[in-house]
């Protein structure tokens, strides 16, 4: 989509979340059919015609669900916030592995797993760190004062 006519209304942009999340949908639905496939016939499998096998087939569509889930996590971005009290954390792009905050908290005597299960949230002054999948995101509290 051309960047000139994007959504620029609460509204709209909310739409457009819609919209790629239905995308997201619409690609994973051509995941498990390749997936279906798979099964039936094998990963080496090609159509008798010709062209690419099974395996590349899902590979191409592993890449345009990555892709699909990148433009819906990048029109949620503005929205995502944290009410805590009366701050408001405000999504960052700031990721850190577990094992960074593991080793900062001390915390070396645990596994990476061990860690993300223990810490879903880790409360820090100027915010707070998520979990998420592997990593923590950084909700940052626009309140605070930054060196």
Known sequence: MNPRYLPTTVDGKVARVVEESGEVVEVIGRCLRIF????RFGLDSADPEGGP???AMFLSELADLRHAI???????????KIKV???ELIWTK????????RELYN???LTDEQ???ENKV???CSGQWHREGLEYRLYLDMSFEHA
Request: aromatic content about 6%; glycine content about 10%.
């Open 36 to 39: 279906g496939k798979i099964g």
């Open 53 to 55: 096998n099974n395996a």
């Open 70 to 80: 990148s433009q819906a996590e990048n029109c949620l971005t503005d929205f995502a």
């Open 85 to 87: 009290g009366n701050a």
């Open 94 to 101: 700031e990721l850190v592995p577990a094992s960074e905050l």
């Open 107 to 109: 915390e070396e005597h």
């Open 115 to 117: 860690f993300l299960a």
């Open 122 to 124: 880790i409360g820090v």
